[in-house]
């Protein structure tokens, strides 16, 4: 059974920087793409940052510059560290793997999903 549970989210002040792990288990997922989206109340899961199996890295232009994704292979864990933070990056955040390209932002291309860890950022 694959799963994949991340970790590392909280309650922060605009500016200050959190880390999020996503740890994953069943299989391995060297070979695809790994993955971060969020997800804040009444919106739709929008992608973050993505990383390919080779570690070519790709982000949503709101978190260019702030956000960097990473991966260890060897761990089978993802990781996203988030600096400057600011209250609209306030959400649900979710861990996704088994794309065959982190070019494609759709989390239509992700098979496995985490299910989740919130985010909050106060003003």
């Known amino acids: 059974q694959v799963q994949l549970v991340e970790s590392g989210g909280g309650l922060v002040q605009a500016g200050d920087s959190l880390r999020l792990s996503c740890a994953a288990s069943g299989r391995t997922f060297s070979g695809d793409a790994m993955g971060w989206f969020r997800q804040a109340p009444g919106k739709e899961r929008e992608f973050v940052a993505a990383?390919?199996?080779?570690?070519?890295?790709y982000y949503a232009d709101s978190v260019k510059g702030r956000f960097t994704i990473s991966r260890d292979k060897a761990k089978n864990t993802v990781y996203l560290q988030m600096k400057s933070l600011k209250p609209e990056d306030t959400a649900a955040y979710f861990c996704a793997a088994g794309a065959p390209t982190a070019y494609n932002k759709s989390p239509d291309w992700y098979h496995y999903w985490g299910q989740g860890t919130q985010v909050t950022v106060s003003s």
């Open positions: 990383i390919s199996w080779s570690g070519s890295t």
